[in-house]
Every structure is written in C-alpha cells, then in structure tokens.
Nanobody, 115 residues
C-alpha cells in the first residue's frame, strides 16, 4: 500500500506562485512515475503534468510554460512549481502513481486563485 500526501495548496492572487508537494510512503518511490492531476468544481479530473522515474517530464497544455514538475527521490517527494497562476487554475490538485497495476491517489490539496 502506497500513501501519497499532498501539501502546499492555498489562496493566491492571480499572477502569483505556489509550490505543491507530494510525499509518498514506501521504499520504491524512485522506480515509478508520479503525476499531478486537478479537479475544478463541476469538472472532470484532468492531468496536469507527470515525471518518470528517470526524471523525464511531460505537461498538458494548461501547464506548459508556467508549471514545473520535479522530484527528489531522497525525500520521496515530487513537486509542482506553479507560476503565473490564473483563476482557471483553481482546483483540488492530486498526485498519483501506479505501481504493479494498482493506482494510488492522495487526498488532494486545494488551490484557489483570486482575480
């Protein structure tokens, strides 16, 4: 069983920045990709960014050029640096990983961007 804990959310003004953290339990964190998703009220959960075990990153269009995903395997943590935030970035942000055919999710952290 893998436990994922997100933190770092909060209220920020448009144009501001936040850094989210996703810390995982277990000893094999470094072997698996981690993804950040978000879910805005009334909308489906959507992929934001991902990072492989080797550090290769990918971003969906809303995140390109503004968000940076990184990982620190020594700390079992993946980060999502979010800059130039917009009101439409308001959502609950979740991290997830898939290990041996099982998908694990954290509880989410709320990000609210005021205009």
């Amino acid at each position: 069983q893998v436990q994922l804990v997100e933190s770092g959310g909060g209220l920020v003004q448009a144009g501001g920045s936040l850094t989210l953290s996703c810390t995982a339990s277990g000893d094999i964190f470094s072997f698996f990709a981690i993804h950040w998703y978000r879910q805005a009220p009334g909308k489906q959960r959507e992929l934001v960014a991902g990072i492989t075990s080797g550090g290769v990153t990918n971003y969906e269009d809303p995140a390109k050029g503004r968000f940076t995903i990184s990982r620190d395997n020594a700390k079992n943590t993946v980060y999502l640096q979010m800059n130039s935030l917009k009101p439409e970035d308001t959502a609950v942000y979740y991290c997830n990983t898939r290990q041996f055919g099982v998908t694990f999710w954290g509880q989410g952290t709320q990000v609210t961007v005021s205009s």
